[in-house]
């Protein structure tokens, strides 16, 4: 599945969302693979921010609205960003299609 702006996405089920010494961790809770530390994924602060925006009631387009103008820039950069995101998050099962 491919990210698309028009579509809106939330967390799965299937993983819990920590925030850990400044740090944004998500982990699986079932692994896919033997080593547990693979399933990780550590958010940096920008993506912690668009974390917190996929709440299953915006669609992408607006939770590249809402970051363009937290961090006051243009658009299209934070789309490709945040699009880029989404698309890893989808093929790890963080993420689902609302």
């Known amino acids: 599945m491919t990210a698309e702006l ?3 996405y939330l967390p ?3 993983l819990v969302a920590r925030e ?3 740090e944004f961790i998500l982990v699986p ?3 896919n693979r033997d080593d547990a530390e693979d399933d990780l994924f550590i958010l940096n602060d920008t993506g912690a ?3 917190k925006l996929l709440d299953g009631k915006r669609n992408l387009a607006q939770v590249v609205a809402a970051l363009a103008e937290i961090y006051a820039a243009e658009a299209g950069e934070i789309a ?3 699009l880029a995101l ?3 998050m989808l093929q790890k099962a963080i993420l689902i299609e609302a």
Do not use: F, M, N, Q
């Open 86 to 88: 989404v698309d890893e």
């Open 80 to 82: 490709r960003d945040v």
């Open 49 to 51: 921010e668009i974390w």
């Open 12 to 14: 799965s089920s299937e």
């Open 6 to 8: 028009g579509r809106i």
């Open 29 to 31: 809770l079932t692994a």
């Open 20 to 22: 850990i010494e400044g």
